[in-house]
């Protein structure tokens, strides 16, 4: 069992960079494939970006690829997302989530074990 925390959300302005962590406890953090989801203001959760255990393999939604960089750092207990080229449709409240195993294709919420409560990001024109 896992639990994620994430933090670095706030006000930036369309074009800015924010860089969001999520702190993960539980020793099996290892087994874990993190991913990051957000939800828009009256709008479904939906998929950002994952990456594996070992962190070699990342999986982006088409929205951020290029954007967007997910990592995370093992030793740590860390997930990471850089956010860049922000624009007002990255609005949302954005949740770091932990699912058991290896497979970072999953981009289904439902396939998710594990959530944090979330950290707003929002972004003015």
């Known amino acids: 069992q896992v639990q994620p925390v994430e933090s670095g959300g706030g006000l930036v302005q369309a074009g800015g960079s924010l860089t969001l962590s999520c702190a993960v406890s539980g020793r099996t953090y290892s087994r874990y494939v993190m991913a990051w989801f957000r939800q828009p203001p009256e709008k479904e959760r939906e998929f950002v970006a994952a990456v594996s255990r070992s962190g070699s393999i990342t999986n982006y939604a088409d929205s951020v690829k290029g954007r967007f960089t997910v990592s995370r750092g093992n030793a740590k207990n860390r997930v990471y997302l850089q956010m860049n080229s922000l624009n007002p449709e990255d609005t949302a409240v954005y949740h770091c989530?932990?699912?058991?195993?290896?497979?970072?294709?999953?981009?289904?919420?439902?396939?998710?074990?594990?959530w944090g409560q979330g950290t707003q990001v929002t972004v003015s024109s």
């Open positions: 989530a932990a699912r058991f195993g290896n497979d970072s294709g999953q981009t289904s919420w439902e396939s998710y074990d594990y």
